[in-house]
């Protein structure tokens, strides 16, 4: 079975804190992204990477940055967090292949709460 | 641009009834089309993926359908259960990089 994890279920950070979320799955996936979830606003994406050091933005990039040096490591940095960050972060991952489908496979989610 | 729309938003049911849940996509350029539970304050589990040239994906009590010519899925399950209480979100895949949800039917199973 594929795992994701994600390092914290709960969070709360102090507005300007550097924040950092680590994802980690174990099914060597090339691809892996970063989702923020809000009720009437959906699952919208952050940032991916679709393989070692590359990333690309995606809906919503702003006041967030990625990294990812390991393939099965892919971390959403808040430089400084504000209460327009509080919400539910999931992380996912799949691999790149015809073969694979490029079936999605989610964290458990972290819930950032910023005062 | 690639819309998925999930109705009904929300649904309550007798436990033992069969259901039926809706999702729509308004481009049939989709390479699947994936089903997911949610359970509140959780991550996304996946149910069913269907791709694009299947029909019909099958998984215990879930079956999932597919006609990519009208722009719809459906998500059948039988024989319904308390423990089904989530919310389901479909959500389009087209091949690149992004995907498309649906923003969830939240069911209800009363016992």
């Known amino acids: 079975d594929v795992k994701v994890t994600q390092s914290s279920r709960y969070l709360v950070k102090r507005t300007g804190e550097k924040v950092f979320l680590e994802c980690v799955q174990d099914m060597d996936h090339e691809n892996m992204f970063w989702y923020r979830q809000d009720p009437g606003l959906g699952l919208r994406l952050i940032y991916f990477?679709?393989?070692?050091?590359?990333?690309e933005k995606g809906d919503i990039p702003e006041g967030y940055s990625v990294s990812r040096e390991k393939k099965e490591r892919f971390s959403l940095i808040l430089e400084s967090a504000s209460t327009n960050q509080t919400s539910m972060y999931l992380c996912a991952s799949r691999s790149h292949g015809l073969a694979d489908s490029y079936e999605q496979y989610f964290g458990p989610g972290t819930r950032l709460t910023v005062t | 641009k690639q819309e998925v729309t999930q109705i009904p938003a929300a649904l309550s049911v007798p436990e033992g009834e069969n259901l039926v849940l809706n999702c729509s996509f308004t481009?049939?350029?989709?390479?699947?089309l994936q089903w997911f539970r949610q359970d509140p304050g959780k991550g996304l589990t996946s149910l069913l993926l269907?791709?694009?040239?299947?029909r019909e994906q099958t998984s215990g009590r879930l079956n999932a359908s597919l006609d990519k010519s009208s722009g719809r899925s459906t998500l059948y399950i039988a024989a319904s259960q308390p423990g089904d209480s989530a919310t389901y979100l479909c959500?389009?895949?087209?091949?690149?990089?992004?995907?498309?949800f649906g923003a969830g039917t939240r069911l209800f199973v009363k016992a």
């Open positions: 990477s679709y393989d070692v050091k590359m990333k």
């Open positions: 959500a389009a895949n087209t091949g690149g990089f992004k995907t498309i």
């Open positions: 481009d049939s350029a989709i390479y699947n």
């Open positions: 269907i791709q694009s040239s299947q």
